[in-house]
Structure formats: structure tokens, C-alpha cells
């Protein structure tokens, strides 16, 4: 069974940076196409970045590009959001997801870790 744990969420003062970690157990994880996405209350679940298997290419959602970075570690079966300048529309659910098919949906799902951003 693919499990995926999402930490690193917590309170930050608007301009600060966090950096969320996905530790990805019960499968291969090198297979895995990684992704990031995040839900505020009231809205709809929207894409944030996503990864290929082999980190060699990268894409973001327009809000946050330029100050979110996707990565992964392979070795330790880990994807990771760095989020730096952080603005209060970034407040939400942070939720990692991993891909089998790059064209297909996202095979699994972690339980999400709480982003919030304080003026």
C-alpha cells in the first residue's frame, strides 16, 4: 500500500518561506511523477507544481512561479515544496500526490499539512 505523509506545514509571517516534505512509502518511488497541490477553505483543490520521476523537469502554477520550488530526492523517497515569499492568497491545505502515468490522474494521495500565513 502507497502511503504519502506530508510536514513542514505551519504558521509563517507573510514574506517568510517554509519548505513541505512528502515522504512516499509502500511503492517505488523513483517511478513516481510527484506533484503538489494545495485547497483553501471554500475553494476548489488547484494545481501547484508538479515533478517528473526523474527531477529533470519542472512546472508551476503561474501563482506561484518564481517563488516556489519543486524537488525530490530519490534516495530518501521524498518530494519537496520550498516556499519562499510567501503572500496571503497561499494559505491552505498543502497536498502531495504521485503519478504513474504522466498522462493520466494522480494514483495516490497524502492527508495534506496546514499552510498559514500571518500579515
Known amino acids: 500500500q502507497v502511503q504519502l505523509v506530508e510536514s513542514g506545514g505551519g504558521l509563517v509571517q507573510a514574506g517568510g518561506s517554509l519548505r513541505l516534505s512528502c515522504a512516499v512509502s509502500g511503492g517505488t518511488f523513483s517511478m513516481y511523477h510527484m506533484g503538489w497541490f494545495r485547497q483553501a477553505p471554500g475553494s476548489e483543490r488547484e494545481f501547484v507544481a508538479h515533478?517528473?520521476?526523474?527531477?529533470?523537469?519542472?512546472n508551476y502554477a503561474d501563482s506561484v512561479k518564481g517563488r516556489f520550488t519543486i524537488s525530490r530526492d530519490n534516495a530518501k523517497n521524498t518530494v519537496y515544496l520550498q516556499m519562499n515569499s510567501l503572500k496571503s492568497q497561499d494559505p491552505a491545505v498543502y497536498y502531495c500526490?504521485?503519478?504513474?502515468?504522466?498522462?493520466?490522474?494522480?494514483?495516490?494521495w497524502g492527508q495534506g499539512t496546514q499552510v498559514t500565513v500571518s500579515s
Open positions: 515533478i517528473m520521476w526523474s527531477g529533470s523537469s519542472a
Open positions: 500526490a504521485a503519478q504513474r502515468s504522466y498522462y493520466q490522474e494522480y494514483d495516490y
